[in-house]
Every structure is written in structure tokens, then in C-alpha cells.
T-cell receptor, first 114, second 112 residues
């Protein structure tokens, strides 16, 4: 079954404690990205990756890091989490088919930073 | 600088058509318009997309104005399960990838 998986699904942590949210896709897609979702602000892209070792900033990259060492994995790293990073995070995997963008989203990770 | 603008919220009676507008006045000729929806806090799911012509699939219809500056997503017979956040966004076709901007979306509430 084609899917995007994220782990963990829920996480409560404290300010300053480094954490990693994993994202994996089994569709051999080149493009992957991370979004955060906050009330009233909709979905905002954090980082994206166009292929292995190619990443770039989205609209809200501050406080986050990513890496793309393998095509299937795109982890999101918070080196020193702060309460303003409390949010719902989505990973997405995409391909272009005939010029049209097909995006598949993971189930989400709800992060609380105290 | 929002690439698309949508109303914050809308209501619709069950069984009636829900018409969700999206403004994309600065859209370029090669950009598609896409619609996604998000039920509760699940991952967004694709609904429909279009370039110039109106489109219909089993979920919805998409009407794009002739000047392509706005579009309307139509759910012909809304049900309670259509209560969700609906996002419209635009993306240039072709073979390259880039930053994607979704925006705030419209919270659609379908009531009995």
C-alpha cells in the first residue's frame, strides 16, 4: 500500500531537548516536504527536498533542520525546541505526473513543547 | 503576499451545494489550481485540480473563470462528512519542484 508514515504521532517534550520526527514514503517519490499547521494560519511549508541531498527552505524554516540522505526518508529535526513550535506537523511526498503535482500527506505528528 | 485567498469559514445545509471560492488573481498561464481538504486533524487529501477548463470528478466540480483569476469548488450535495478545511493552492506544472504555499483555507461546516 502506497503511504507516507510519520513517527511519533504524538510527542510532548520540554524546551531545549533535541528531537527528531521521522518521515518515510514507499512510493519512490523525489519530492518531500514538511508543513506545520496552526489555528488560523493554515498549512505552512517548513522545508522541502527535491531529491537526495537537495533541500531548501519553505516559508517558515526558522528553528528546524532537515536531511535527505535516502530517497525514502526525510526527517525533521528540532535542535532546541521552543513552545512556539508546538504545532501539528505533516510530512508530504510528491511526484509530477504529466506536469500535474500529486501530493500524499502523512497522518500528522502533534508536538507539544512545554 | 498570499498567492491565494479564501474566506475563513462558510456554512452549508446538508443536501445543498457547497460553493467554495478561491481568489488567485496573480496566477500565471502555466499554473494549475489544486484543491485539497482536511478532515479533523488528518493529513490533507487531494480533491481536484484544473488549468483552464472546468473539471469534474466523483468528489467535486471545479469552475475556473475565463481570466483564471478565481475558481470555485463545488460539492454538489454536501453531507455532514464534508465538514472540513478546504485548501486551494496554485503550482506551475512542468517537471520542476519548488516551494508550495497553501494558505489559510476555508473551514466548511455542513449542518443538518
Amino acid at each position: 500500500e502506497a503511504q507516507v508514515t510519520q513517527n511519533p504521532r504524538y510527542l510532548i517534550t520540554v524546551t531545549g531537548k533535541k528531537l527528531t520526527v521521522t518521515c518515510s514514503q514507499n512510493m519512490n517519490h523525489e519530492y518531500m516536504s514538511w508543513y506545520r499547521q496552526d489555528p488560523g494560519l493554515g498549512l505552512r511549508q517548513i522545508y522541502y527536498s527535491m531529491n537526495v541531498e537537495v533541500t531548501d527552505k519553505g516559508d517558515v524554516p526558522e528553528g528546524y533542520k532537515v536531511s535527505r540522505k535516502e530517497k525514502r526518508n526525510f526527517p525533521l529535526i528540532l535542535e532546541s525546541p521552543s513552545p512556539n513550535q508546538t504545532s501539528l506537523y505533516f510530512c508530504a511526498s510528491s511526484l509530477r505526473r504529466g506536469g500535474v503535482l500529486e501530493q500524499y500527506f502523512g497522518p500528522g505528528t502533534r508536538l507539544t513543547v512545554t | 503576499d498570499a498567492k491565494t485567498t479564501q474566506p475563513t469559514s462558510m456554512d452549508c445545509a446538508e443536501g445543498r451545494a457547497a460553493n467554495l471560492p478561491c481568489n488567485h488573481s496573480t496566477i500565471s498561464g502555466n499554473e494549475y489550481v489544486y484543491w485539497y481538504r482536511q478532515i479533523h486533524s488528518q493529513g490533507p487529501q487531494y480533491i481536484i485540480h484544473g488549468l483552464k477548463n472546468n473539471e469534474t470528478n466523483e468528489m467535486a466540480s471545479l469552475i475556473i473563470t475565463e481570466d483564471r483569476k478565481s475558481s470555485t469548488l463545488i460539492l454538489p450535495h454536501a453531507t455532514l462528512r464534508d465538514t472540513a478545511v478546504y485548501y486551494c493552492f496554485r503550482d506551475a506544472g512542468g517537471t520542476s519542484y519548488g516551494k508550495l504555499t497553501f494558505g489559510q483555507g476555508t473551514i466548511l461546516t455542513v449542518h443538518p
